[in-house]
């Protein structure tokens, strides 16, 4: 089984900043791309940043500038630095990995269960 677990979402003000983490766990034989979803009460799920295989990363528009993906592939950890936060950055936020669990498998999604991110002053 692979696991994933996000931490370091809170509350912060408008133009205040943090840091998520999202560690992968498990039978894990490699990992492909990694990202972060975010979803809003209301709205759809949507993507906020991924690296792709070649390490190339993705940014939503509305997150441009603002936040930062990164990896560590010796620790199956991802990142994402959030900076300059805005009131509509406010959502849970999901960890995703494409990831295969053995040589002869082949890659699917797995989510983390979540961590709630919250802009108000």
């Known amino acids: 089984q692979v696991r994933l677990v996000e931490s370091g979402g809170g509350l912060v003000q408008p133009g205040g900043s ?3 983490s ?4 498990g ?3 490699s990992i492909n791309s990694m990202g972060w979803y975010r979803q809003a009460p209301g709205k759809q799920r949507e ?3 991924e690296l792709t295989s070649g390490g190339a990363p993705n940014y939503a528009d509305s997150v441009k500038g603002r936040f930062t993906i990164s990896r560590d592939n010796a620790k199956n950890t991802l990142y994402l630095q ?3 936060l805005k009131p509509e ?4 936020y999901y960890c995703n990995g494409d990831i295969r669990t053995g040589y002869f498998s082949n890659n699917r999604d797995y989510w983390g ?3 709630q991110v919250t802009v108000s002053s």
């Open 89 to 92: 950055d406010t959502a849970v």
């Open 22 to 25: 999202c560690v992968a766990s």
């Open 18 to 20: 943090l840091r998520l």
């Open 82 to 84: 959030m900076n300059s």
């Open 47 to 49: 993507l906020v940043a």
């Open 27 to 29: 039978s894990i034989f």
């Open 113 to 115: 269960q979540g961590t």
